[in-house]
């Protein structure tokens, strides 16, 4: 991997994610240093890299904040658990930044498992933060509880995916979500993190009440809860759109198949519109891949039929689409995959192209968005379309 240096990319059209015009992007070590209508490079500087981005828009390094980095499945026995995550799956789809999850399978699937994982993603160029637990409640935590697993494990900045109107699912109750949040709440704010809970909804029809009735009959507020999968179908979708007017967010999954959309799943990029059109704040919205998770077929006796992989890849897919065949502005279709998730995860450093701020960093070819250059704090990661830095084993 290529040591940090001194880079300039020239003439770029600047999406923040908000539009900044075209300006000259000075990075320094795995910052951004400087972001002026022209920097002019000094007539001899050891280590200096200038880009012409003429053409070119650079956006922030995509945030995917719901990632089986060590693999999911396992609905159809040992042979369908999920490969891991390799670094160029990430980097080759934008993605700078992401957060690691469990699943359905937290016994042959481990904690410890997950911050080694995380680590190595860290010690080759990318940034992994992870949550506890998984489908399973009670929380199978590394220490002694929730509170802690946040406070003295620097990885771990919340918890989930918890498991909730699913077939899959332990069947938590409201009591059993309440006191999950309380203390992710807690060990939140005792280390500065953001304590959120990821909810995995699945398809039955208690939909989102268990989590409203938490908000309703308590003090923890919205952010807090993160429920994720919910363009699964149109009943679950409609729920949605209004649970976030009300003041909550909520994650779309950009990993389908034919089949689900077939079956009623609503497409990302128009979920993003609808919810638009019908006066979500955007702000309310993120995309993730459900990457490396299995994207499990069932029949009407809940018996697996068919099984594919979520991806990475199509996390930029459905944000492109949301802009080319949705007319979505491109500020406002980047937010959910780089602001957005920032602020609800609490990333100060990530989602926004800004001084001071890590070196993530996007350059989109203008005519078609398509993923030209990708670099991680600082690092070049992939040129002209292809990772030029690959993990260990790849």
Sequence with gaps: METP????????????PE????????TAGEQIAAIEDQIDPPASFP??????????????????SHVHVTGGGGEGSYKSRTPEMKLSDATRAGVTTVIGVLGTDGMTRS?????AKARGLREEGISCWILTGSYQVPIRTLTKSIESDIIM????????????SDHRSSQPTVEDIAKMVAAARVGGMLSGKAGVVNFHLGDGKRGLSLIKEVIRNSELPYH????????????????GVVYARDGGFIDFTTSTTPQFLEEGEVKCSRALKICLDREVPPERITFTSDGQGSLPEFNENGELTGLRVGT????FTAVREAVQEEDVPLETALRVVTANPAALYKLPRKGAIQTGLDADLVLLNAEDLSIKTVMAMGKVMVRDGEAVVKG???
């Design 392 to 394: 260990l084993f790849e």
């Design 312 to 315: 990475s890849e199509s996390l």
């Design 47 to 64: 280590s200096l890299e200038v880009v012409e981005g003429e053409g070119l828009i650079a956006a922030p390094g995509f945030i995917d």
């Design 224 to 239: 807090h809860f993160v429920p994720t999968h919910i363009n699964r179908n149109a009943k679950l979708f409609e729920e």
């Design 5 to 16: 240096m001194i880079r300039i990319i020239k003439h770029v059209e600047v999406y923040a």
């Design 111 to 115: 904690m410890e498992n997950l911050i």
């Design 153 to 164: 494990i620097s990885e771990i900045i919340g918890v989930g995916e918890v498991a909730i």
């Design 19 to 26: 539009y900044l015009g075209k300006k000259d992007i000075l």
